[in-house]
């Protein structure tokens, strides 16, 4: 169910305060613009001057959001006085990159969130660590207010909760998460487009980086391992850029049986980029911690200086007896 969330000091601030800026975190996700832009469009409706405003630009996914062309580089703002200043799922001030500044030169700083470690920066925090993502938190206060949810609003917090539970696929995906989702939908959120926008349509370049990589693939330690490799030529069929690898070590962890898998990707310089994935009980951040990279227990990295095909005769020795110590 919708948890209640009274935040009544933040709902007051916010009719208070005439000329808003919202900010948001550095390589901003669907969560960060999302939760972002609903609120803009929700402070708009109440006849507020809202700048939304990034350190980086919005991603090109995201560019169909409602509302998306509104975003300013730190940079580019160029309007003085904000009454009030609102960040969105920044986890801490860091986060906000270089529109951290304007951030703090606010007489009130607000702040929504749901990251467990924010040290409450602002002066009002309506940040809940267990929400799946900043723009349930976003819905709550809206409904809070009275705001009617548009279809504007729907599309915009539907692309937060979706993108941050993994298209409600992640341990985080709770009922809330679902309720949210239903009031959307009742508010005409056209979900198969939206959901075909954020997951499924992809760029030719990545598609044929992918084909590339599936003709590499490999299975070792009796099926319980599989890999795949890129190497610059890939990249130059495929017209293709480091962008593009994103989420292709997938395919080889996705196999049925396979446990751990890794993407070796060679790059102009001789460095070999590599990113790894497990399942449990299996840990390679152990195996990334061996080439002088780590990251998590089911998800790591590294760089490392080594010809590509030796690097995966490293990398399969190293997988090989993390099958050894969890048998
Ligand atoms: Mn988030």
């Known amino acids: 169910m919708i948890k209640a969330f009274g935040t009544p000091s933040l709902a007051d601030a916010l009719k208070k305060a005439q000329k808003i800026l919202l900010c948001t975190h550095i390589n901003p996700d669907g969560d960060a613009i999302g939760s972002t832009l609903a609120v803009c469009h929700a402070l708009k409706k109440m006849g507020k001057d809202a700048v939304p405003c990034c350190?980086?630009?919005?991603?090109?996914?995201?560019?169909?959001?409602?509302?998306?062309?509104?975003?300013?580089?730190?940079?580019?703002?160029?309007?003085?006085?904000?009454?009030?200043?609102?960040?969105?799922?920044?986890?801490d001030e860091g986060r906000m990159g270089h529109a951290r500044a304007l951030f703090e030169k606010a007489p009130v700083t607000v702040q929504v969130d749901h990251h467990p470690t924010n040290p409450l920066y602002a002066q009002v925090n309506a940040v809940d660590g267990d929400a799946a993502a900043s723009g349930c938190v976003v819905y709550?206060?809206?409904?809070?207010?009275?705001?009617?949810?548009?279809?504007?609003?729907?599309k915009c917090l539907y692309a937060a909760i979706s993108t941050d539970t993994g298209n409600f696929s992640f341990e985080n995906t709770d009922g809330e998460a679902?309720?949210?989702?239903?009031?959307?939908?009742?508010?005409?959120?056209?979900?198969?487009?939206?959901?075909?926008?954020?997951?499924?349509?992809?760029?030719?370049?990545?598609?044929?980086?992918?084909?590339?990589?599936?003709?590499?693939?490999?299975i070792f330690g009796h099926g319980k391992c599989a890999c795949m490799q890129l190497a610059p030529a890939d990249y130059q069929a495929a017209h293709a850029t480091g962008e593009h690898s994103d989420g292709i070590v997938?395919?080889?962890?996705?196999?049925?049986?396979?446990?751990?898998?890794?993407?070796?990707?060679?790059?102009?310089?001789?460095?070999?980029?590599?990113?790894?994935?497990?399942?449990?009980?299996?840990?390679?951040?152990?195996?990334?911690?061996?080439f002088g990279g780590g990251g998590h227990v089911?998800?790591?990295?590294?760089?490392?200086?080594?010809?590509l095909e030796e690097m995966c005769a490293a990398l399969e020795k190293e997988m090989c007896s993390q099958l050894e110590e969890n048998k």
């Open 178 to 218: 679902f309720a949210i989702v239903a009031e959307l939908v009742r508010a005409g959120l056209p979900l198969n487009e939206m959901s075909r926008n954020l997951f499924l349509l992809q760029e030719e370049a990545h598609i044929r980086l992918l084909g590339r990589a599936l003709n590499t693939l490999r």
């Open 250 to 290: 997938n395919y080889a962890m996705n196999l049925w049986g396979v446990k751990m898998a890794y993407l070796a990707d060679e790059k102009e310089d001789g460095m070999v980029k590599v990113s790894l994935r497990a399942l449990p009980p299996y840990n390679v951040a152990k195996v990334a911690q061996k």
């Open 55 to 91: 350190a980086d630009p919005v991603p090109g996914k995201l560019m169909m959001l409602p509302g998306a062309e509104w975003f300013k580089l730190p940079e580019d703002v160029k309007e003085e006085g904000f009454d009030l200043a609102f960040a969105l799922d920044a986890a």
């Open 140 to 154: 709550r206060l809206l409904v809070h207010m009275g705001m009617e949810i548009t279809l504007d609003i729907a």
């Open 298 to 307: 089911l998800a790591a990295g590294c760089r490392y200086q080594m010809k």
